[in-house]
C-alpha cells in the first residue's frame, strides 16, 4: 500500500542528501610533479570540523575512472568529509598520455598506466607530508572508482605499507591486496564481471578478508555524481558502515 507520508518523508531525504553534496566545498590546485614533468589536478574536500596540527585528518586520496572527472566524485568526497577524512580527488590521466589499452591480457597491457598512477599518489603523500600538516597519513585510505580502483590496487600490491585501508567501485582487472593490515572494500555493479583473480571467493580465503558488496541493478559507469540518487544513496552507505567497522565478507548482495 502506498504511504503518503512516508514517500514525502522519503523524498525529502533524498533532497537533503542532494543539497548536501551540491554545497561540497573543494579547493582547486596543481600540483607539481618535477620530475616526470607533469601538473597534477587535485580538489581538497575538507571535513566539518577543521583539521589542525595539532588535531589532524586522517586522509583519503581519490582516484577517477578512466575517462571520467576527478571533479565527478563529490557525493564520494561528502561521505568521506563526514567520518571526519581530509579528501584529496586527484586526476591521473592528462593531455598527452597514451590512451588505455584495450587490449588483453591487461595485467600487461595497462601496467605503464597504473605505474604512472601509482606514482602520482605517491607524489601525493610527499606533497601533504609537506603542504599539510593538519593531515594525518598514518591512517591514510585509498579510493577509486574503475581504473582508478585498479591503480590503488597495483600501488598497494607492492607497497603494503602506503595505506591502511582500500575501497574500490567496480575496478575489474588488479587483483585485491592480501596483506593482512589493509582493510579492503570493494563495491560492485553488476553489469560487467571483474576478471578473473581480481576478486576473492568462498574456495580462495585471503588474509585479510576483503569485504565484496554488489549491488543489484548497479551499472559501472553511474558509480559517479551523474548516477541516479538511489545507487549515490547505498554506495554512501555502505562506506560509511565498512568505516564504522561493519561489513560482511564474500560478495554478499548490498541491501
Aim: with cysteine; glycine share 6%.
Amino acid at each position: 500500500m502506498f504511504n503518503k507520508g512516508h514517500a514525502k518523508m522519503k523524498w525529502r531525504g533524498l533532497l537533503l542528501c542532494s543539497l548536501m553534496i551540491s554545497t561540497v566545498q573543494a579547493q582547486t590546485l596543481i600540483v607539481q610533479d618535477t620530475q616526470r614533468n607533469r601538473a597534477i589536478p587535485v580538489e581538497i574536500y575538507s571535513p566539518p570540523t577543521s583539521c589542525k596540527p595539532d588535531a589532524s585528518c586522517p586522509v583519503a586520496l581519490l582516484g577517477s575512472g578512466y575517462g571520467v572527472a576527478h571533479t565527478d566524485y563529490g557525493f564520494i568526497a561528502h561521505t568521506l568529509n563526514q567520518q571526519g577524512y581530509l579528501v584529496v580527488a586527484v586526476g591521473h590521466e592528462l593531455p598527452g598520455d597514451p590512451p588505455l589499452s584495450r587490449e588483453p591480457p591487461f595485467l600487461q597491457t595497462r601496467t605503464e598506466n597504473w605505474q604512472r598512477g601509482a606514482q602520482t599518489l605517491k607524489l601525493l603523500h610527499a606533497y601533504l607530508q609537506s603542504e599539510h600538516p593538519e593531515a594525518d597519513l598514518t591512517q591514510m585510505i585509498l579510493v577509486g572508482h574503475s581504473n582508478g580502483g585498479d591503480i590503488a590496487a597495483w600501488l598497494l600490491r607492492d607497497s603494503s605499507q602506503f595505506a591502511t585501508t582500500l575501497i574500490t567501485l567496480d575496478h575489474r582487472r588488479v587483483p585485491l591486496p592480501k596483506a593482512s593490515n589493509i582493510k579492503v572494500l570493494s563495491i560492485r555493479a553488476d553489469d560487467y564481471p571483474a576478471d578473473d583473480g581480481v576478486l576473492p571467493d568462498v574456495h580462495t580465503p585471503w588474509p585479510n578478508h576483503p569485504c565484496i558488496r554488489t549491488i543489484e541493478g548497479a551499472k559501472h559507469n553511474d558509480l559517479t555524481d551523474q548516477g541516479p540518487q538511489w545507487l549515490k544513496n547505498r554506495v554512501a552507505s555502505l562506506i560509511k558502515n565498512f568505516l564504522q567497522g561493519s561489513c560482511n565478507p564474500i560478495d554478499h548482495k548490498a541491501s
